[in-house]
């Protein structure tokens, strides 16, 4: 329900007044889930279980449902509530006589078990499903006024463990998409091979949660780092490489939008070196030559890439809509990503 009402506000951000009887039914039904979810996550930590992704993530948990709170009502009870689950999701829990991070869970990044790959299972950084996106909705709290108890300690909490886990790529800073059970027991990350640097689990996605937080924060020096971190990736060409699809979670059009939210924020030292990468990352979806609004028509009405936001073409025609004014957008459409 959350990604219908999404659809709604933002259709009733273009024409004032529509569909107010059925956004507040949806509200109302929305802050009863949410209740619900919430009594069951504080049950789960009570006994000292882990929890399961669906549980907070962005795309299917707490973590998307804040999103949505954020926007249509940020000062109400059911808002806090969810940022009170939020600091306390990251605190540590005891699981079998071990300390782990109170986001780390049992299953795999598919949220299957997987004892193979993940054996004692994993911490996910990612913004889609995993701590970034916890990370980035406190941010954008804080930033709009709305904080509770710990707020600031639970923003640090997770900052603290991305820079235990940030690695070198020789061009900047990287996070990992996820860390074992393996590598938290020795301390050690096992080295990979060049990663997308997308919003879902990449260097786009977690440098823009960390230049939040910083300017929640107001610490300069890791907005500064965060923002040079997203330069570093997108300017590096195995990491571009990388990148195969347009699309908003894992592809070039997802890497323009959200560096072109960073710039909007960025310290005056690399807002114009955020700025001048996205030309490039446009020109694979359409050539410099072509109009984006054309190039958007064109893909809303291409029935082999799919109608959906996060993987298909409406998302990708919504990034390159937006491409073309220097204003943010009216409909707040990307607010379900967590970037704004």
């Not at 940020?74 to 605190?91: F, K, N």
């Not at 986001?103 to 996910?124: I, V, Y």
């Not at 406190?138 to 923003?155: E, K, Q």
């Amino acid at each position: 329900m959350p990604a219908f009402a999404h659809a709604l506000a933002c259709a009733a951000d273009h024409l004032p007044g529509s569909y107010q009887r059925a956004l507040d039914m949806m509200d109302r039904q929305i802050k009863a889930d949410v209740r619900h979810r919430l009594d069951t996550a504080h049950r789960r930590i009570d006994t000292g279980r882990l929890p399961k992704l669906t549980e907070f993530d962005t795309v299917r948990g707490l973590t998307g449902y804040g999103a949505y709170l954020l926007r249509r009502d940020p000062g109400s009870p059911t808002m806090r509530a969810v940022l009170d689950y939020c600091v306390r999701l990251t605190e540590p829990i005891t699981h079998h006589d071990e300390t782990l991070p109170g986001w780390w869970t049992e299953a795999g990044p598919s949220g299957s078990p997987d004892d193979d790959l993940f054996p004692g299972g994993h911490a996910n950084s990612g913004m889609a499903h995993g701590i970034g996106g916890v990370l980035a909705l406190l941010a954008l709290a804080a930033r709009n006024g709305t904080v509770t108890d710990g707020h600031h300690t639970a923003l640090r909490t997770v900052l603290t463990w991305l820079d235990r886990w940030q690695q070198e790529t020789g061009r900047g800073p990287a996070w990992p998409y996820w860390v074992t059970r393996h590598e938290l027991r020795t301390g050690r990350r096992t080295r990979s091979a060049p990663r997308r640097p997308s919003w879902c689990y990449g260097t786009a996605g977690l440098a823009r949660a960390q230049q939040l937080a910083a300017l929640a924060l107001g610490d300069t020096g890791r907005q500064v780092g965060a923002e040079k971190a997203l330069v570093g990736a997108l300017t590096d060409p195995d990491q571009l490489k990388a990148t195969t699809d347009h699309g908003l979670c894992h592809g070039v059009a997802g890497l323009a939008h959200v560096t072109a939210r960073t710039a909007a924020d960025a310290h005056p030292s690399t807002a114009d070196r955020l700025h001048a990468v996205i030309p490039a990352l446009l020109a694979a979806v359409h050539p410099p030559d072509t109009d984006p609004e054309g190039a958007a028509r064109v893909l809303v009405q291409d029935e082999e890439r799919g109608p959906g936001l996060l993987d298909g073409a409406a998302g990708t025609a919504l990034a390159l809509l937006t491409s073309t004014t220097a204003a943010p957008p009216r409909s707040a459409w990307d607010a379900c990503l967590l970037i704004a």
